[in-house]
T-cell receptor
Framework: GAGVSQSPRYKVTKRGQDVALRCDPISGHVSLYWYRQALGQGPEFLTYFNYEAQQDKSGLPNDRFSAERPEGSISTLTIQRTEQRDSAMYRC?????????????FGQGTRLTVV | RKEVEQDPGPFNVPEGATVAFNCTYSNSASQSFFWYRQDCRKEPKLLMSVYSSGNEDGRFTAQLNRASQYISLLIRDSKLSDSATYLCVVKNFNKFYFGSGTKLNVKP
C-alpha cells in the first residue's frame, strides 16, 4: 500500500496478557516512530528506529514495553503483562530520511483496550 | 515542562472568520517546525512546514519566532471543513514532539 499500515486496528485484551502491535512503514522510509495518544492529547513519543537500529527508547514507559525492527522495515511494539493504564491509541509513523525538514507520515493506529 | 505547549481551545468561529493559533516550545535548539491537522478519530496529517522566514499556503500562514520560541498559524476565510484539531510539532534530533492540539470549530 501507499501509506503506513498498522495492525490490528483494534485490540481488546485481558489484563496480564501480552500484545504485539505491527507497523508496516511506507516503502523506503528510513525512520520509524512509535507514539501513544490519549484522548484529547497529542501523540506522545515512545521510541524510534533508523533502519533496524533503535535510536531512542526514552519514551517507553517501563520495561514491559519493547520494540523491534529487525530488517529495517516492519516494526513490532510489544507490551507484556498488559495493564488497564496501557489502554490508548498506539500510532506508528515513518519518515523518508533523517533530514531536518522531513515530515512524518502516520498510520491509522491501533486502538488497544485492556479489560 | 512540556516540549510544546498549545492552548487547547476550542476556538469557535463563524465561516469566513480569521483565526490564529500560537504555540511555544521549550528547547531553543529545536531544528524544524510543523503544523499537523487531526480530524476526529483519524491520524495526524501534515498541514504545513514552518520556515524561518514564514510561509503561506493558500489561506494558511505560518510564522516562526525563534527569539521568543513560538510558532503561529493563521487561517483566513475559515471554511466548515477547517474544523479539526491543529497540532504544533517541533523536531529535535530526528524526534517529533507534539503539542496537545488546539481544537477549531467553524460554524455556519
Amino acid at each position: 500500500g501507499a501509506g503506513v499500515s498498522q495492525s490490528p486496528r483494534y485490540k481488546v485484551t485481558k489484563r496480564g496478557q501480552d500484545v504485539a502491535l505491527r507497523c508496516d512503514p511506507i516503502s523506503g522510509h528510513v525512520s520509524l516512530y512509535w507514539y501513544r495518544q490519549a484522548l484529547g492529547q497529542g501523540p506522545e513519543f515512545l521510541t524510534y528506529f533508523n533502519y533496524e537500529a533503535q535510536q531512542d527508547k526514552s519514551g517507553l514507559p517501563n520495561d514491559r514495553f519493547s520494540a523491534e525492527r529487525p530488517e529495517g522495515s516492519i516494526s513490532t511494539l510489544t507490551i507484556q503483562r498488559t495493564e488497564q493504564r496501557d489502554s490508548a491509541m498506539y500510532r506508528c509513523a515513518s519518515s523518508f530520511q533523517q533530514g531536518v525538514y522531513t515530515e512524518a507520515f502516520f498510520g491509522q493506529g491501533t486502538r488497544l483496550t485492556v479489560v | 515542562r512540556k516540549e510544546v505547549e498549545q492552548d487547547p481551545g476550542p476556538f469557535n468561529v463563524p465561516e469566513g472568520a480569521t483565526v490564529a493559533f500560537n504555540c511555544t516550545y521549550s528547547n531553543s535548539a529545536s531544528q524544524s517546525f510543523f503544523w499537523y491537522r487531526q480530524d476526529c478519530r483519524k491520524e495526524p496529517k501534515l498541514l504545513m512546514s514552518v520556515y524561518s522566514s514564514g510561509n503561506e499556503d493558500g489561506r494558511f500562514t505560518a510564522q516562526l519566532n525563534r527569539a521568543s520560541q513560538y510558532i503561529s498559524l493563521l487561517i483566513r476565510d475559515s471554511k466548515l471543513s477547517d474544523s479539526a484539531t491543529y497540532l504544533c510539532v517541533v523536531k529535535n534530533f530526528n524526534k517529533f514532539y507534539f503539542g496537545s492540539g488546539t481544537k477549531l470549530n467553524v460554524k455556519p
